[in-house]
């Protein structure tokens, strides 16, 4: 290796800093990565995102609930999810011949310092003759607020209401998430860097990353670079909003009947409104809240964003127009009766709030069209009705599907032992 260190980079995020671009932009170009120097070796087994391992094995009970009941895993299925995940890291690792490692996952960010301590141990044991580095963007408190909100509605738990209160009112952004890193690395030992200088960056957030871990332009150009725009427009945050409000994702940790993980998946690209934005009322709040955080991140780490201007953004408004009608209507077909449901209800708000009188006619040949297609659901039932319904359905198909797997099997069964006569 030269006489060079070996480095561990830990990429921690934070959330909404072009995470998932990084991570799927590593995981393409894996292969290109082990051949640029001393080599940067990222995990063939764990994925893009590396989160769901570090927060498996080292999170509380919480998160491991929150992250595996979404996915509808018994007990037994989330113990042999982190049993198999620990096996295939520990082989990936004990053959790595890379001068540097890449992990990356924001969600380490969240966990506590214990857990760090051990993610810290358990690497330190598995690449004994490396250094670690954390590796973190940060930015401004409105903007990344902006975000997280919108994340939270699209992760189908919290309704905007209900996320926007409990961000504005955090006092604790940065220091919370970094002291413990300063206390088990030293800050020598982190990688900072501000998100609003990466997206300046030739290559964009993805091009200024790999350059603060050693890979410069003249590698960086030639990745086959993913730029993964996570933004919906604010018609389909309100559906979604309405949506968590009424039947959410999680109900007491567990995926209540009729939903599923995917479920809001096609609502992401439902058009019109534009993007989601703080209002000036909040941000103000936010900032007066955040006095103290952003003076801890200057101190330790030379950010400043105390200067900051409150953006002065126009309120946040639904749009119903004709691409909304067309496009509306394709995505609502993808989705699920109790999803088709729910959607008919918000609209049918939407179309009693409004007072625009081409939205209410958008809305009012939505609802007709809605009802009219999907004659099978009762939008004038209760929601109970309906989930019991699909549930019902999906219970026969999966039933079915297990009858033909079993008569294929067994007609293959036949069919080979007559042709071994």
């Known amino acids: 290796m030269n006489g060079k260190k070996k480095i561990i980079y830990l990429h921690i995020g934070f959330h909404k800093t072009a995470t998932t671009s990084i991570q799927e932009t ?7 990565l082990a051949t640029i120097g001393d080599g940067y070796f990222y995990s063939e087994e764990l994925g893009c995102n590396h989160g769901p391992f ?20 018994t007990d037994e299925e989330i113990t042999k ?62 903007n990344w607020t902006s975000s997280n909100i919108q994340q939270d ?4 738990i919290y309704t ?27 800050a020598e030992n982190i990688i900072i860097y501000k998100f609003e200088d990466s997206v300046k960056h030739e290559y964009g957030p993805v091009g200024y990353f790999l350059n603060q871990i050693g890979v410069n332009d003249d590698y960086v150009q030639k990745f086959r670079i993913i730029n993964s725009n996570e933004g919906i427009s604010y018609n389909a945050l309100k559906l979604i909003s309405y949506i968590n409000g009424r039947y959410p994702i999680l109900i007491n ?19 019109g409104g534009g993007k989601y934005k703080m209002s000036f ?16 991140l200057k101190d330790n780490f030379e950010i400043d964003y105390a200067s900051m201007k409150t953006p002065d953004n126009k309120p946040n408004k639904c749009e119903y127009g004709k691409e909304f009608f067309i496009k509306g209507l394709e995505i609502i077909h993808e989705s699920t009766d109790v999803i088709k ?44 009705s309906v989930v019991a319904v699909q549930e019902k359905r999906e219970t026969e198909t999966r039933d079915i599907k297990k009858i033909t797997k079993l008569v294929y099997h067994g007609i293959k069964r036949r069919v080979t032992s007559f042709l071994k006569k």
């Open 153 to 156: 509605v699209k992760r189908g």
């Open 26 to 32: 590593l995981k393409q170009n894996r292969s290109y």
């Open 253 to 271: 940790n567990l995926v209540p009947d009729g939903r599923n993980n995917l479920d809001l998946l096609p609502l992401h690209f439902i058009p």
């Open 281 to 296: 009322e909040s941000a103000e709040i936010l900032m007066k809240n955040s006095i103290e955080d952003t003076k801890w």
């Open 81 to 142: 999810f982190i049993e198999n995940q620990k096996e295939a890291v520990k082989k990936e690792l004990e053959n790595v011949k890379c001068g540097n490692v890449i992990f990356s996952a924001e969600a380490v960010s969240d966990l506590g310092k214990e857990s760090c301590i051990d993610i810290k141990h358990y690497l330190e044991s598995a690449l004994s003759d490396y250094q670690i580095k954390i590796i973190v963007c940060v930015r401004n408190a409105v």
């Open 160 to 186: 905007i209401d209900g996320t926007h209160d409990i961000q504005i009112n955090s006092t604790n952004r940065f220091e919370s998430r970094l002291q413990k890193f300063i206390d088990i690395y030293g």
């Open 54 to 73: 570090f927060v498996s094995v080292f999170g509380d009970e919480k998160q491991l609930l929150i992250m595996h009941r979404r996915h509808k895993r």
């Open 341 to 384: 449901y729910l959607s008919y209800s918000f609209f049918e708000q939407e179309y009693n709030s409004v007072s625009d009188g081409n939205s209410r006619n958008i809305l009012k040949k939505l609802l007709k069209t809605m009802k009219r297609k999907y004659s099978y659901i009762d939008f004038d039932g209760t929601l109970e």
